[in-house]
């Protein structure tokens, strides 16, 4: 059997090249894991409560069984991934609270975004149920864009999308019904 020298020259170039392909493949998946996206926190902490005070006054109590501060990313936030309690208090020490069942900040534009059995109580006995809620921070409006479910002692209402300032003195709702107690205009005079 006679083999030529250009026959031989292909057969290891071939072999060379296939060599080379699966060698990279290998490599290529390594690129790929070490070019991935890693989404890790730089901090995870349990049974997380945080107090803010403002002039040596109690505001805030944000609580929840786990915290995980993502402030590393490109877009940095913070997640409460198994829940968020948060107490507010006035300026007359008067408590409302709202809690979910899981709860993202967004640093950045300082927007927070609550999930799952939403519920916002007010001092005054006002309450909110919303599958989700969310707290523009730097506006200080809350709105969402879903269904909702409002009760105080004076109106009970239900609808689709709702946004208002953190007092429920401003408030606008999208496609709502309920009903409201309406006061005697004779009665409101004696």
Not at 13 to 36: D, P, R
Not at 75 to 102: C, I, L, M, W
Not at 152 to 174: A, C, Q
Request: hydrophobic share 35%; proline share 3%.
């Amino acid at each position: 059997m006679k083999f030529s020298l250009k026959y031989i020259f292909i057969n290891i170039v071939t072999v060379f090249a296939v060599t080379m392909f699966f060698s990279c493949e290998g490599n290529l998946k390594e690129v790929q894991k070490m070019n991935a996206f890693t989404k890790t926190p730089i901090g995870i902490a349990e049974n997380f409560v945080l107090k803010y005070t403002d002039s040596l006054r109690l505001t805030a109590v944000v609580s929840g069984p786990v915290y995980e501060d993502f402030s590393n990313q490109t877009f940095p936030y913070r997640e409460f991934p198994k829940g968020v309690h948060v107490d507010f208090y006035d300026k007359d020490n008067q408590k409302s609270t709202v809690s979910a069942n899981y709860g993202i900040i967004y640093l950045n534009t300082k927007l927070i975004d609550m999930q799952g059995n939403v519920v916002l109580e007010t001092h005054d006995g006002k309450r909110l149920n919303a599958p989700q809620l969310y707290w523009d921070q730097n506006n200080q409006w809350i709105f969402t864009e879903g269904d909702y479910t409002f009760t105080s002692p004076d109106l009970n209402m239900k609808g689709v999308g709702i946004d208002f300032n953190k007092e429920f003195t401003v408030v606008s709702s999208h496609g709502n019904s309920g009903t409201a107690v309406v006061k005697d205009s004779e009665e409101s005079e004696e």
